[in-house]
């Protein structure tokens, strides 16, 4: 009797379980995503919980191992925030710049002036102003924190977007015109896939940027006002600052294993899926790949929401822009879009000519002194830059051809390249100073390697872009011509990245600028290491409260940049859109 009950539950388990339906491996990308959307939803519901709950006075930043993976959490989010408002900025101003001509001639030095403002610079007014819009609440400080990691990620994303659009070829423009394409058309079908590629690497770059700024937008006093948030930043400064080497390589490594998700599941499927948008009438045979995308494509849920959602939507919108409009509505519209932007450049203007009487007032309390060192730091920094800028490009051009040129090689050199610009250069600092001053050179020599550090990335991003952007039609010539070596390099590789590089070195300078705040200034174990610069300049005077000195030395940082891009940067784009732009 014992035997036949345990055989009966047996078949009646067995029965059930045969009932129960199977999981298909066609569902698996469904499920997959299903699990992934519902991870994320839980995610945004606590932090908005945190966000909009009250004020925390004193952010303890815990170093346990175990608070990692939240802290990850916080500033993942935080950088997706503000990667979001980048890119939106980024399509506007870009296509503003490259399309009208006087906007451009003051949107362009504006928008170098931008990128080399260092992000200290920023910090206390943004803080102070969030914190006043949103008192009593936690979201003012997340949403000053947001805004100046925007501020490290946004300028290169438009600098590349506004270059790019300033070389798509002639044919494409004259094909554009003579189908009637209406602006939303040209945009959709023309100039956003000529960009993609360019857009997409140094979206990664931003990203890896927004990880750089986190240690300082996350970890700020002013004073006796503490504005520290709980994330991978402050955990970052906290153990940089106390020397706990131990506590440094855990937070390291959670970044790094946070980039290479990020990598697997965000970019390599954008970089494969952004390939055939590349500019070429012979189509590669070793283009990038990627599993994710493969297994998205392959999701039943997604093609039925591209079906039934998606795809009428784009419809309807590209049917609307596409309407022809009656005359007198082209000129209502236009009358209104003209007096829309009087209206907005009388503001401006006001707003402007009230700061320059503001500055001038404040700058009227200088001493002599103080001036003095603001110069004499203008030029030590201004050699370091460039310096930097020089060493960085001797290795950055020709590994960046490198890996443009051989998927392979950039399924595994490019996730590194994004660890290793995504590592903040001042949690290696520590390091860094401590084995020069055993061998001698100290901040000085530091500084420049922190610099290079921080910038080249810049520049070896922009570079990969352009080598992958070379069509595969001009490739397969060279190797039909056997024009190799040198002369390859000469006819086809540098003017096909030429453009790439000008962004990336445009870019890298603004960033070298920028990081001099953290290469020229740094506290370790209650010991105050500085060298004579300009970004040590700023960050004594943002330690000190002098906001005269602080606006001065930003003043001196901005002026300049704005005269070396008159001077270099404006001629080398020029050079790019007329002579280097890619045509049939």
């Not at 029965?15 to 491996?25: A, D, G």
């Not at 936690?138 to 270059?163: H, K, P, R």
């Not at 082209?330 to 009087?342: G, H, K, N, V, Y």
């Not at 922190?450 to 039609?473: E, H, R």
Request: proline share 5%; with cysteine.
């Amino acid at each position: 009797m014992k035997r036949s009950k345990r055989s009966f539950r047996g078949f009646s388990a067995y029965r059930l379980w045969s009932q129960l339906p199977r999981l298909e491996v066609s569902s698996l990308p469904d499920v997959l995503m299903f699990a992934a959307g519902l991870a994320l939803f839980y995610g945004v519901l606590m932090l908005g919980r945190t966000w909009f709950g009250p004020f925390t006075a004193v952010a303890e930043i815990s170093p346990s191992p175990r608070a990692l993976p939240v802290y990850a959490g916080y500033s993942l989010l935080r950088i997706t925030i503000a990667y979001i408002l980048s890119l939106s900025f980024t399509l506007v101003y870009g296509y503003v710049a490259a399309y009208n001509p006087r906007a451009e001639r003051f949107m362009i030095p504006l928008l170098d002036v931008l990128q080399s403002i260092p992000v200290l610079s920023f910090l206390p007014g943004v803080m102070l102003a969030m914190v006043a819009l949103f008192p009593g609440r936690q979201i003012g400080l997340e949403m000053g924190a947001i805004l100046l990691i925007f501020t490290g990620q946004v300028w290169n994303m438009a600098f590349s977007f506004y270059a790019s659009l300033k070389s798509i070829p002639t044919e494409m423009r004259e094909a554009a015109r003579v189908y009637g394409f209406s602006w939303w058309q040209r945009f959709i079908q023309m100039e956003l896939p000529f960009s993609a590629i360019g857009l997409v690497w140094n979206s990664m770059m931003s990203v890896a940027g927004g990880w750089f700024a986190l240690m300082v937008c996350e970890m700020f006093v002013l004073g006796q006002r503490d504005f520290r948030l709980p994330g991978l930043g402050s955990y970052l400064q906290t153990a940089a600052s106390a020397g706990d080497t131990h506590s440094i390589l855990l937070g390291v490594t959670t970044m790094i294993l946070v980039i290479v998700l990020l990598d697997q599941f965000v970019w390599r499927p954008v970089i494969a899926w952004a390939e055939k948008f590349k500019f070429e009438q012979v189509e590669s045979t070793n283009a990038p790949r990627s599993w994710v995308l493969n297994l998205l494509r392959h999701s039943q849920s997604l093609e039925a929401i591209r079906k039934k959602t998606v795809r009428p939507l784009s419809e309807r919108i590209m049917h609307y822009f596409a309407q022809p409009q009656a005359k007198e509505h082209e000129d209502e519209r236009s009358a209104w879009r003209t007096w829309l932007i009087r209206v907005i450049a009388t503001l401006i203007f006001m707003a402007v000519g009230y700061a320059m009487v503001r500055v001038a007032i404040l700058l009227t309390g200088l001493q002599p002194g103080e001036l003095k060192e603001a110069g004499i730091g203008l030029i030590a920094t201004f050699l370091r830059v460039n310096l930097a800028l020089l060493i960085g490009a001797l290795w950055t051009i020709p590994a960046g051809v490198a890996i443009g040129s051989n998927p392979r090689l950039a399924r595994i050199a490019g996730p590194l390249a994004q660890i290793a610009a995504s590592v903040p250069a001042t949690a290696l600092l520590p390091v860094i100073l401590l084995v020069l001053i055993r061998i001698g050179g100290g901040l000085g020599v530091a500084s420049i390697v922190v610099l290079l550090l921080g910038t080249q990335w810049y520049v070896l991003f922009n570079v990969i872009a352009g080598a992958m952007a070379i069509p595969t039609d001009l490739k397969e010539c060279c190797g039909i011509f056997r024009i190799d070596g040198w002369q390859r390099w000469k006819k086809l590789i540098l003017p096909g990245i030429f453009p790439y590089l000008v962004t990336g070195l445009v870019t890298a300078s603004g960033g070298a600028w920028n990081a001099s705040i953290v290469a020229e200034y740094f506290n370790f174990k209650g010991h105050l290491y500085t060298t004579a610069g300009l970004g040590a300049t700023i960050s004594q005077a943002t330690d000190a409260g002098n906001f005269d000195l602080l606006l001065a030395a930003t003043i001196i940082m901005a002026a300049t940049v704005v005269t070396v891009n008159r001077l270099v940067w404006r001629k080398l784009y020029a050079l790019a859109e007329t002579r280097f732009r890619l045509e049939a």
